[in-house]
Each structure stands twice: as structure tokens, then as C-alpha cells.
């Protein structure tokens, strides 16, 4: 079983060209991924805020792997089998995805419209969701 969290914010995943600088407007965001590449420079951020020339999908449902209550640790996102997992319901009714990924966690974005059943999907599957924490989390001390 894999434990979810569901974001509350309507995402857009976003296309500038290659070598841009995060605009401000992407600044603002509680939830940012920017990926840059030789053709493209990806911006995953709120949609609340972005110009309309800007091109990329926008109207988009986040869900991220979270850690076990009981351990504090998440699904390996390197871990055999866990995309199919998530991700063969949702093409099985027909849901399109986009995944992004960190270090520590798996992020599954659908159309905002389609987030209610792909929760139901993933729910009669096994895996848990629940709403994405509001408080960020207290910073570790370290013992110096």
C-alpha cells in the first residue's frame, strides 16, 4: 500500500524556453518544480497567477507519495512496480497523467476534474490519500 496526499492548489505544468529565469509570478507557490533542459525549462507551479500566453496544461490535481505515520518514510520512488501502481488504474479509466519526481517522493498530476475518481481508483486499490498537511513541517536540529 502507498500513502498519498492530495494538494489542494489547481497546478499548471508550464513550458518557457530553454535558459529562462523563474518568473515572479512562479515564485509565489507553495508547490515548485522547475526543471531545465537543452529545449525547455519546466515550471510546475500554481495556476492562480500565470499569464495566459504562457503555454503548458494547466488545471491540474496533485498527489505525492507521504510517509508511513507509524516509520516517517515514503514509498522509494526508485522502487520497482511503483509507477505501474499508481499509474495502470488511472490509464485503465481512461485518466491522463503527468509524473514529476524528487529525491524522496513520487508526484502524480491529473486534470483537476478527474482527481475525485482517480482518487476513488487508487482507494479501491489499497492505497491510502488523504489531504496534504497545511503546516509545514518543524526543521530537524541537528546535535552540533
Same mark, same amino acid.
Given at each position: 500500500?502507498? /500513502?498519498?496526499?492530495?494538494?489542494? =492548489?489547481?497546478?499548471?505544468?508550464?513550458?518557457?524556453?530553454?535558459?529562462?529565469?523563474?518568473?515572479?509570478? !512562479?515564485?509565489? +507557490?507553495?508547490?515548485? +518544480?522547475?526543471?531545465?533542459?537543452?529545449?525547455?525549462?519546466?515550471?510546475?507551479?500554481?495556476?492562480?497567477?500565470?499569464? @495566459?500566453?504562457? $503555454?503548458?496544461? @494547466?488545471?491540474?490535481?496533485?498527489?505525492? &507519495?507521504?510517509? =508511513?505515520?507509524?516509520?516517517?518514510?515514503?514509498?522509494?520512488?526508485?522502487?520497482?512496480?511503483?509507477?505501474?501502481?499508481?499509474? !495502470?488504474?488511472?490509464a485503465?479509466?481512461?485518466?491522463?497523467?503527468?509524473?514529476t519526481?524528487t529525491?524522496? !517522493?513520487?508526484?502524480?498530476?491529473?486534470?483537476?476534474? !478527474?482527481?475525485? /475518481?482517480a =482518487? =476513488?481508483?487508487?482507494?479501491? /486499490?489499497?492505497?491510502?490519500?488523504?489531504?496534504?498537511? &497545511?503546516?509545514? $513541517?518543524?526543521?530537524?536540529? +541537528?546535535? /552540533?
Amino acid at each position: 500500500m502507498t /500513502r498519498l496526499h492530495r494538494f489542494p =492548489e489547481t497546478l499548471a505544468l508550464l513550458s518557457l524556453g530553454p535558459g529562462s529565469d523563474v518568473p515572479a509570478w !512562479a515564485q509565489s +507557490s507553495s508547490v515548485l +518544480s522547475i526543471t531545465a533542459t537543452a529545449t525547455e525549462t519546466a515550471v510546475l507551479t500554481a495556476g492562480r497567477d500565470v499569464p @495566459r500566453k504562457v $503555454p503548458g496544461v @494547466r488545471g491540474l490535481a496533485a498527489f505525492v &507519495t507521504a510517509p =508511513e505515520p507509524a516509520t516517517g518514510e515514503s514509498a522509494d520512488p526508485t522502487g520497482p512496480g511503483l509507477l505501474v501502481d499508481l499509474l !495502470a488504474p488511472l490509464a485503465e479509466a481512461g485518466i491522463s497523467a503527468q509524473v514529476t519526481t524528487t529525491s524522496t !517522493a513520487v508526484w502524480v498530476l491529473v486534470p483537476v476534474g !478527474a482527481a475525485d /475518481r482517480a =482518487e =476513488e481508483l487508487w482507494t479501491a /486499490r489499497g492505497h491510502a490519500v488523504a489531504p496534504a498537511p &497545511t503546516d509545514p $513541517p518543524e526543521p530537524s536540529r +541537528s546535535n /552540533r
